[in-house]
């Protein structure tokens, strides 16, 4: 399986200027290889695809010599990632792509990293002494906070704010999965409660984003007083990043820590597949959803399951909710009403925990089937 490691780096100032040239230029890239690709289409209806972009950017090098300065793995993973954003769209994953700002293009691939079989350094390497090093940059000092397990696939150098991120994306061998349905627990999200599990345990919801909420706005409101791009604006920029970066810290710090614990206790987990893309439409709801995080949630459960050796099922939400989780009865009931009361059988249960007792029954009804 594939996981990745992130790690705070610390480059010097002449590193960061190289680092954020490099951004600058592959960001210049994509925008250029999508006009090109919008062009050729618009004109001819042909697709220009990455051998097309590839040959361009060779005439491209010898015009702005520059450009030989940015690492050409790298430089060829602008073409993959614009490659990818137009598949995500034909596959109705995305919308259609568009071109990237300076503040929304923040990273740049290394596809390859260490030592070559011949011993020749790639990219990206670890010097002798364990920082990061790169020929153009040096060495980068890196906070390896944790030891890095399995072979390293790639390194994605991050810029985030005023902080750097070196992400590698290592390959280690998963857990035998050991389905065992006795050791299973259903979960339904909500933004009450942010996780009722089948057994009856409830997680509150952290609500991080409207404990900030107060500062934001402040924050904001400051910022729309200034003129845009003036010195002063630039500055009151920060504050409102570094909150917002704080909010999302939290989320990730608390998201990170329930699904290992789950993953950890449990070998079969039962979710939601929620569409949460049209939940957010809810304009009343929105802002609580974007905050709870479902849909991360679910991704970390997916591969904590993996590596623990246990399985992540997902399960069609529809009516979770409203039939009950004993007999079977369908209760029809608004979002507003919180308890579950069944005229059939006579069973109470809180909203949730019925919703989380359906999903369980079926992700155990999904497994059988599968086997």
Known sequence: MLLNHKYEIFPTKEQKDMLDRWLHYCRQLYNSALLDKQRKYKQKKENYDMYDMRKQLKMDQETYPFLKGV????????????????DNFFRKDTKYPKMKKSKEYKS???????????GYRFAMSFSGTGQLYNTKLGEIDILLHRPLEGKIKQLIVKRQGHRW?????????ALPSSID???????DVGINKYAVLSNG??????RFLRKKEKQLKKAQRALSKKKKGSANYIKQVQPVRQLHGKVANQRRDFLHKLSYNLSKDYSVIAVENLNIRNMVKNKKLSKSISDAGWGMFRNMLAYKCENQGGVLVKVEPKYTSQDCSSCGERVKKS???????????????????????NILKKGVEQLSVAK
Do not use: M, W
Request: aromatic fraction near 10%; include cysteine; charge should be positive.
């Open 71 to 86: 690492p050409s793995q790298s430089v060829q993973d602008v073409f993959l990632r614009l490659k990818k954003a137009f």
């Open 108 to 118: 740049i691939t290394f596809p390859q990293f260490g030592l070559n079989s011949k």
């Open 165 to 173: 991120y070196a992400i590698f994306c290592v390959e280690r061998q």
């Open 181 to 187: 349905t006795d050791n299973a627990v259903g979960i």
């Open 201 to 206: 345990t409830a997680y509150e919801n952290p």
């Open 335 to 357: 979002l507003s009403v919180r308890t579950h009361i069944c005229t059939s059988c006579g069973t109470v249960l809180d909203r949730d925990h019925n919703a989380s007792l």
